[in-house]
């Protein structure tokens, strides 16, 4: 942001929690069609909850431990679709593999943190806040980011968006928090009751008003504001591509109808769930994985038609990887590190960021991490979105060159 | 029943003192509360909780952890699908805890017992490892029996209770191979806070809590060979030193007093802390020998907690809200696991909190999609209207269970009839601030009695019009608030 910007914006801080909906509406006005990253660059984060098995995702089809110690659930080497000499994607994700093909995809492997944790919802959370494993966050990183890029300023929940009924811990700043909107158009008809609208429209701030009030008034102008400035504006662009009917597919869908209708959000979040394949992995895993390549180039290539891929990075983590070894029941247990796949965003040719898993150096059975994924949180928001890495983490992590 | 006999303001601290030491009141309650004095009727909420009912919902035979099961099926008496059915039988019973809990919040007349309960839930916060469904009722009855006790009566139930040495790894805590996660919460999140005791201090506890184990049947044992009998320096002392000594140490620590008054504090008064109110209180709890009773009778005795900044000032969370609706309109779930829904649309799901430092609270719980859902929510309940909104899944596969819900409506059935009683003599004009006086914090403003009174049909009958009002003034915002 320039000083004028800056300065002008400044300007509106002194309303601080006694914004009324006009006030917002004139404050819109003014911010439409500027992004919080100032150079127009946008992220799209998508979570594979349930901690999906990297090894088997990217697999090491040279590597004679990995067969060793997955008897039945190795994906055999001829099938794999290859990256490079030592490591290659699930056969279920061509679509995954043309982008690759088409420089569009960056692999990045053994990424973790230290002491991790294997529980489900405490390495979710970790991941969420970009905490360490031993401390304990209310925030999110992108609600942090959200925080720094909108401090002192109206809170606009649009500027970065969780595609989903709920918001994620993520999505939560210490100041302000993300919109969480599954569909613009139910979103908008839920903030038109006749109550809604009504006290909306009725309610006055004043400061005799207790904070509790004022906080509860504030938060639904901008969910009644917000929503009708995401509806306004994604009616005006229906994409014509097709997607996959899966739950991705049409969340990633949204979520291009919503670039390129040219909402100002900079930040949106996506998830799907069922990693957590203890038993019976194979079937399960392909059926995930396929959906997962189909619907993200889907998306890429919609970006392309329009030319936008160069705007969007997407970025695919999962909460932690499995156990090198499979379990008896043709599954895999909670593991540690995990690859990140990093797609669009105008990044160099295709690549594997880095060293493929050492499976001859385990901790205790598990992978050991090389990169912090905040490493990769900092660089994309120093260097992609032009954010302030250090406020937004805490501290400084050192880059890894992807972009 | 005379609603009204008492001055507004009278009425307003006594639905105050009910929603902040319970689940709020029924108007009939504070209609018969109203002819006490406030200070009998705070009396009388210690004394209706007083007898307290255990939680059960499996008995120790009963019990089969998921590692036994795992070794039943390696062993040939399980075969794949008969494991995974005991698994998600065990999933179901802490849900059916879940919901028996909630049952006694909502219905129980214990209501003072269950709120210190959910308060020292999210203090202990513990989360069900290996959905085992004993230790987590055990954990509850623990946390329920010892509410209003000693807090170190209640410390070290709740320490030595098996689904907490799980939950924070000390029976991985042994001699030469120490576990620092429980000593480290001790004291960080269960004591002192953080910045009043140092790693050493945490290191050498760890030792000390060595041995503090428990049986797969949910037995506290302390195992003499894992426990390092070594000489510790624990806050400058040293001996040989076990865990009874560790928790023995910070309960001598005022600190310990200071802590625990000031988070009751925020959770019961306001979250803006007062820091010389918190003062006098603490050393009030520490010369009582941490009498929690004692510490809450004052503050709900005390001039200041009724003070207006207070009143008001807290916001309700997910199961407060969802208790409190049932509470005042006697709301029975037809499908009792729509309670789960809710819970897990909102973000509280009990036996499931966030981590061990429990759920964040105050604003924390209020975001553009939790707000709408909120005040969607009367609607849900006492008008069947259809639910459009999805909570996420889990990541664990066998959390999936607790995501199915009843349905797209929520059936229930509401007792109108005891709750319109209580209006019978209430004159028409006056019926929406009467019903708004037992159900907010605050008078309504004549904008929002327009908005409010404005779906009424002059068609309705009188039931039907209270039935309109509740819906809409139990969808404010202001109702999110107590």
Not at chain 2, 301 to 315: L, Q, T
Not at chain 2, 458 to 466: A, G
């Amino acid at each position: 942001m320039n000083r004028r910007n800056f300065l002008k914006q400044s300007a509106f801080t002194t309303a601080g929690t006694m914004l009324i909906p006009h006030f917002l509406k004139a404050y819109e006005a003014q911010m439409l069609g500027q992004r919080l990253a100032s150079n127009g660059k946008i992220l799209v984060v998508v979570q594979l909850s349930g901690g999906n098995d990297g090894l088997n995702t990217v697999v090491p089809y040279r590597n004679d431990i990995y067969y060793r110690e997955r008897p039945t659930i190795a994906i055999r080497p001829e099938k794999v679709l290859t990256l490079n000499d030592e490591i290659g994607l699930h056969p279920s994700m061509t679509p995954l593999k043309a982008l690759y093909d088409e420089g569009l995809v960056t692999v990045i492997n053994n990424v973790g943190y230290p002491n991790p944790d294997r529980s489900h919802f405490r390495s979710m959370d970790i991941w969420q806040t970009a905490s360490d494993s031993d401390k304990y966050l209310r925030t999110g990183w992108v609600g942090r980011y959200l925080d720094a890029a909108c401090a002192g300023k109206a809170q606009q929940p649009f500027r970065t968006i969780e595609v989903d009924d709920t918001l994620s811990l993520a999505m939560k700043g210490a100041e302000l928090n993300g919109l969480a909107v599954l569909d613009p158009k139910k979103l908008y008809s839920q903030t038109r009751s006749g109550l809604v609208t009504g006290l909306n429209k009725e309610h006055k701030a004043n400061t005799q008003e207790p904070e509790s009030v004022a906080y509860l008034y504030k938060t639904l102008a901008e969910t009644v504001s917000s929503a009708e400035y995401v509806y306004d504006k994604a009616k005006v662009y229906t994409t014509t591509a097709s997607y996959p009917t899966t739950e991705l597919g049409n969340r990633l869908k949204v979520v291009s109808q919503l670039i390129q209708s040219d909402v100002a959000t900079s930040v949106y979040y996506v998830s799907i769930s069922g990693f957590d394949t203890h038993i019976n992995q194979p079937g399960q895993q392909e059926r995930l994985l396929g959906q997962y390549a189909e619907a993200v180039a889907a998306f890429m290539n919609d970006l392309k038609a329009t030319n936008r891929q160069n705007d969007v990075l997407l970025m695919t983590f999962s909460e932690f990887g499995r156990r090198v070894k499979q379990n008896a029941s043709n599954g895999t247990d909670h593991g540690t590190a995990n690859n990140v796949f990093l797609i669009g965003g105008g990044l160099p040719s295709k690549r594997v960021l880095n060293e493929a898993p050492n499976l001859n150096k385990l901790d205790e059975g598990d992978l050991r991490y090389s990169i912090d994924f905040r490493q990769i949180y900092a660089t994309l928001l120093r260097d992609y979105l032009g954010a302030d890495d250090v406020a937004i983490l805490g501290r400084k992590f050192d880059g890894v060159k992807i972009v | 029943m005379e609603l009204f006999t008492k001055s507004s303001q009278d009425m307003a601290r006594l639905r105050y003192l009910y929603s902040r030491a319970g689940f709020g009141a029924t108007p009939a309650e504070l209609a018969e509360a109203s002819h006490k004095s406030l200070r009998k009727a705070v009396r009388q909420l210690f004394k209706d909780s007083e007898a307290i009912t255990d939680l059960q919902v499996v008995t120790p035979d009963q019990n089969e952890t998921k590692k036994q099961l795992k070794g039943m099926f390696q062993n040939g008496q399980l075969d794949r699908n008969m494991l995974k059915e005991r698994i998600r039988e065990n999933a179901e019973k802490v849900r059916d805890l879940n919901l028996q809990w909630l049952d006694h919040m909502a219905t129980g007349k214990a209501a003072l017992r269950e709120k210190m309960a959910l308060f020292w839930h999210g203090h202990f916060a513990c989360r069900t490892q290996g959905r085992n469904p004993l230790f987590m009722q055990q954990y509850a009855n623990v946390v329920r029996q010892n509410a209003l006790g000693r807090f170190g009566d209640l410390l070290m139930a709740v320490s030595k209770s098996p689904a907490m040495l799980q939950f924070l790894n000390n029976q991985q805590n042994r001699k030469n191979a120490p576990n620092e996660n429980f000593a480290r919460e001790v004291m960080e999140l269960f004591t002192l806070g953080r910045g009043n005791y140092s790693e050493h201090d945490i290191k050498e506890a760890a030792r000390a809590l060595t041995g503090w184990q428990f049986t797969p049947e949910g037995q506290f044992i302390f195992r003499q060979q894992v426990h390092d009998d070594g000489e510790k320096t624990i806050f400058g002392k040293t001996g040989n030193f076990n865990g009874d000594d560790v928790i023995a140490m910070l309960l001598e620590n005022r600190q310990t007093a200071r802590f625990i008054t000031a988070k009751l504090y925020r959770f019961f008064v306001n979250e803006t802390e007062d820091a010389r109110r918190i003062d006098e209180l603490a050393d009030q709890f520490y010369k009582s020998g941490y009498d929690i009773a004692g510490l809450m009778e004052t503050i709900f005795n005390a001039d200041w907690f009724y003070d207006v900044k207070n009143m008001g000032a807290h916001i309700k969370s997910p199961v407060e809200l969802l208790a409190g609706i049932r509470h005042t309109l006697g709301v029975q779930f037809e499908q009792p696991q729509s309670q789960v829904f809710v819970q897990r649309t909102l973000g509280q799901i009990l036996f499931y909190p966030p981590n061990v430092a429990g759920w964040p609270g105050g604003k924390n719980w209020i975001d553009s999609s939790s707000l709408l859902f909120r005040m969607q929510l009367p609607g849900f309940i006492l008008k069947s209207a259809e639910v459009t909104v999805q909570p996420k899944d889990e990541g664990d596969i066998n959390a999936q269970q607790l995501a199915r819900k009843g349905g797209n409506r929520f059936q229930t059935k509401v007792d109108w009839a005891s709750f319109e009683s209580a209006f019978a003599k209430t004159p028409d004009a006056d019926l929406t601030d009467a019903i708004a006086s037992t159900l907010l914090p605050f008078p309504l403003r004549p904008e929002q009695r327009s908005v409010v009174e404005h779906p009424i049909k002059p068609s309705q009958s009188r039931s039907e019009r209270i039935h309109t009002l509740t819906a809409a003034l139990m969808s404010l915002p202001e109702y999110q608030l107590t």
